[in-house]
Every structure is written in C-alpha cells, then in structure tokens.
C-alpha cells in the first residue's frame, strides 16, 4: 500500500510541475497569483486529478482544536500541497511555511510555484517532509 502511495504521490508531483510549464509557457509572468491559481485548477481538472483549492486545515495545539488553522492554496489528490506565488522576490520563509503546512497537514510532498520568473525551472521548488 505504501508503495502505491509513493508511485502515486510521484506521479502527481510530476504532473504539478508539468502544468506550471504549460501555464508559464502560455502566460508568462507577471499575473496576479489568482489567475495562475484559477489555470491550475483549470488544468488538473482537465487531467482528472482531484483538488481543492483553498483547503483549510484545522490545527491542534495543547490537544485543542483550532478551526482557523491555515489555509492550503491546493490540495492535490489529497497528496500534494501546492503554494502558489507570483511574487519578485523569493523569501525563504515560504519554505519553512510550507514545511509547516507538510508537518501539520500529515502531508509529505509539497511544492512552492513562483509564476513571476523569467524561466519557470527557477520558480519551483519542491519540498518532502
């Protein structure tokens, strides 16, 4: 069963890294998160691969359930946690906060996507916990 689980987070991984491609490809920079957010969606759903956007995840803190936990920008297959950006500048603190979404989530692979790069290669970053 793991195995399977490994075979099948791979290969939605692959396919996260191959839209952003197509999207970069098609788009460019320089569009507002929301529009590379709305084509992503757009596309996983063309390739049948379940999602939701803007998972909210509760957190549990000193054995309390709070509801206003975080927010996931999309949730793929149940898998895989994709933060999309489109930003200048990249900040570091974008990888300790998807690791924190990975950790609290019970989520193991993850992926922070810049749209506004010249070369999208340069604004994945793939994160496993």
Do not use: T
């Amino acid at each position: 069963m793991y195995d399977e689980l490994d075979e099948r987070r791979e290969w939605v991984g692959k396919q996260v890294v191959d839209i952003a491609y197509h999207i970069h490809k098609a788009l460019g920079p320089g569009l507002l998160e929301k529009v590379y957010e709305a084509c992503f969606c757009y596309e996983l759903y063309k390739r049948d691969i379940a999602f939701v956007k803007q998972k909210e995840v509760a957190i549990i803190y000193d054995d309390v359930v709070f509801d206003e936990g975080l927010r996931l920008d999309i949730l793929v297959d149940d898998l895989v946690i994709i933060e999309l950006k489109a930003q200048e500048e990249y900040h570091k603190v974008w990888e300790a906060q998807l690791l924190s979404y990975l950790r609290l989530s019970e989520k193991h692979l993850g992926f922070i996507i810049n749209f506004n790069v010249p070369l999208i290669k340069e604004g994945i970053k793939r994160m496993v916990l």
